[in-house]
């Protein structure tokens, strides 16, 4: 997402749009949008930051460190029928004589599968990681999180559209069923929940929560970034006890204190801590921006597959 349409989401009012539309309502007129957007965030006590701010440069490219390479990659969709289109990043050194973990990145609703490498620098993060020995060697697949046969962007105007909504709903079907084992298949990856993770920003946030933590099968690392409204009650996600118990190995929480969507990622953080579920709960200092979203993939990426 360019900064240019952030802010343009932001105009929209992304808080209340999302929020009319998870309750099957029309979106709200750009006025009340706003009004809505702007309410005062409310922190508790335990909304705080829990790790310190990564070192300056960390998601700047630097000469002398190895890059990973990124490649476009094609799969069948059983959900849209179309072919489609995801970036793997394949990490410095990779060999296909060994086998990875596998890392899903899922974008904001008006990004695509380029967002998380364009906008947030994703890869720089990880080959700066990787290049001092704080991650483990990964493979990072960013799909396009819409499931639709025309997936590109929509215009502005029709962000908050039903059809637009539904098909980040729909996309659980093409990632469980089609994307992960398309995955699977093609690449040296080691295919089984322990090692594979799920994480996203805003509307991506709010997928990987859904569909990490309802499938503790499939997923036991999950992330979730300035989580949007399309977010579920936990107790509708985490419907096996065994799962909140000793399911998952990482479950990461984070937003901005200055983040209008800040009410959604507190209520996951609440609903997990009653249920007495592990979970780190990171609380930075911005708003709903790619400085929130590098720094935790930063944090949460340290932590993966250890």
């Not at 394949?90 to 904001?108: A, C, E, K």
């Amino acid at each position: 997402m360019s900064p240019r349409f952030a802010r343009a989401l932001f105009a929209l009012g992304l808080t209340a749009a999302l929020a009319a539309l998870a309750q099957g309502a029309e979106p709200p007129g750009q006025a009340e949008a706003r009004a809505n957007f702007n309410r005062k965030v409310v922190l508790a006590a335990d909304d705080v930051r829990v790790f310190d701010k990564p070192p300056a440069g960390f998601a700047d490219a630097a000469a002398g460190i190895a890059q990973g390479q990124v490649a476009e990659f094609g799969y069948d969709s059983a959900v849209t029928h179309t072919r489609r289109t995801a970036l793997v990043y394949l990490p410095p050194g990779y060999s296909p004589q060994r086998r990875y973990p596998v890392l899903y990145l899922l974008h904001g609703i008006g990004g695509n599968q380029h967002e998380w490498r364009g906008y947030v620098r994703a890869m720089v993060i990880l080959d700066r990681l990787l290049a001092q020995g704080q991650a483990e060697p990964m493979i990072v697949v960013m799909p396009n999180g819409r499931a639709r046969a025309d997936d590109a962007p929509p215009p502005a105007e029709q962000t908050f559209t039903p059809e637009h909504i539904a098909a980040f709903a729909a996309f659980e079907a093409d990632l469980l069923q089609s994307l992960v084992p398309a995955v699977d298949a093609s690449y040296p990856t080691l295919a089984d929940a322990g090692h594979r993770a799920i994480a996203g920003l805003s509307m991506g946030g709010g997928q990987a929560l859904n569909f990490g933590l309802a499938h503790p099968e499939a997923f036991a690392w999950v992330g979730g970034f300035s989580s949007a409204p399309n977010t579920r009650p936990a107790k509708e996600l985490l419907r096996d006890p065994a799962a909140v118990r000793h399911g998952f190995k990482l479950v990461y929480l984070s937003c901005g204190n200055r983040d209008g969507l800040m009410n959604v990622s507190q209520s996951m953080h609440r609903e997990l801590r009653d249920l007495g579920m592990a979970h780190v709960w990171n609380v930075d200092e911005y708003g709903h921006d790619r400085d929130s979203w590098a720094e935790n993939l930063y944090h949460f990426a340290r932590r993966l597959f250890r």
